[in-house]
């Protein structure tokens, strides 16, 4: 891990602090298409309508990106997802009515943002005590596993095996006891032996790109179990 995670998104936008490099710039942008749905639950579970959220979460990035607010962020205290949750929360309590008063973006190019994709998920029922800062770490950890299972397939499709990914993605879920290898044999056209040794090295696959991906939002190698345990413990919340 220690080997890689130099080149990863948030330490590179960390490292280049003030300066603003274009390779930060693109690693910071990366990273906001990848988890922007977090902030949008988090805004809609405080109490704001539809509109307003999307033009919150509009303007919350336009400005993060085109202010190098990043250059405020402290590398002791470093997770992208903690600095993105307490900007976007000093965002709403300080300056949403400033901004308000201006076009949305202030001219700075907008996030091409899918905010139906993220409004259905925001519709499902909502459990007691549900705070917006619970919501925001459950859709992050959604938005997680969802950037690892779109880096998959597209690596199995780049070795012409997109077909074997589709078949066995089911494999990856903890929620099955046990898992059909027979049919799923059956349905792909190989023997049981091969699909089972197939489907674990999809599962190893899987796992590799889960700490990688977490990697690019820590700045320290030494952060990354501690984040994937309180991820998944968002999910089983």
């Known amino acids: 891990m220690a080997a ?14 003030r300066s603003d490099t274009t390779r930060a710039r693109g690693a910071l942008e990366q990273l906001c298409r990848n988890y922007w749905q977090p902030l949008y639950a988090y805004v809609r579970r405080a109490g704001y309508s539809r509109e307003e959220a999307e033009d919150l979460t509009q303007e919350f990035f336009a400005r993060l990106l085109a202010q190098n607010i990043v250059a405020r962020a402290d590398p002791a205290r470093g997770r992208f ?3 993105l949750l307490a900007s976007l929360k000093h965002f709403l309590a300080n300056e949403w009515s ?4 201006r ?9 091409p943002l899918e905010f139906d994709t993220a409004e259905t998920r925001c519709a499902q029922p909502v459990a007691p005590g549900d705070s917006p800062d619970r919501a925001f770490d459950r859709q992050w950890a959604l938005a997680l596993l969802e950037v690892v299972l779109g880096r998959l397939r597209q690596d199995y499709r780049s070795a012409g095996r997109e077909p074997l990914f589709l ?16 049919d799923l044999a059956a349905r792909l056209g190989l ?6 040794v197939a489907a674990h090295r999809l599962r190893r ?21 501690r984040e994937l345990s309180q991820l998944f413990a968002a999910l089983s919340a």
């Not at 400033?98 to 008063?101: G, Q, R, S, Y």
């Open 4 to 17: 890689c995670f130099v080149t990863t998104h948030w330490s590179a936008v960390l490292s280049a602090g």
């Open 81 to 83: 997802r903690s600095f």
């Open 191 to 196: 023997s049981e032996g091969a699909v089972k």
């Open 167 to 182: 078949g066995l993605k089911e494999t990856l879920s903890g929620a099955r006891p046990e898992i059909p290898y027979r």
């Open 103 to 111: 076009k949305r973006g202030g001219g700075a190019q907008l996030l």
């Open 205 to 225: 696959r899987y796992r590799e790109f889960l700490r990688e991906e977490v990697a690019h939002t820590v700045a320290a190698p030494d952060e990354v179990e």
């Open 98 to 101: 400033k901004a308000h008063a």
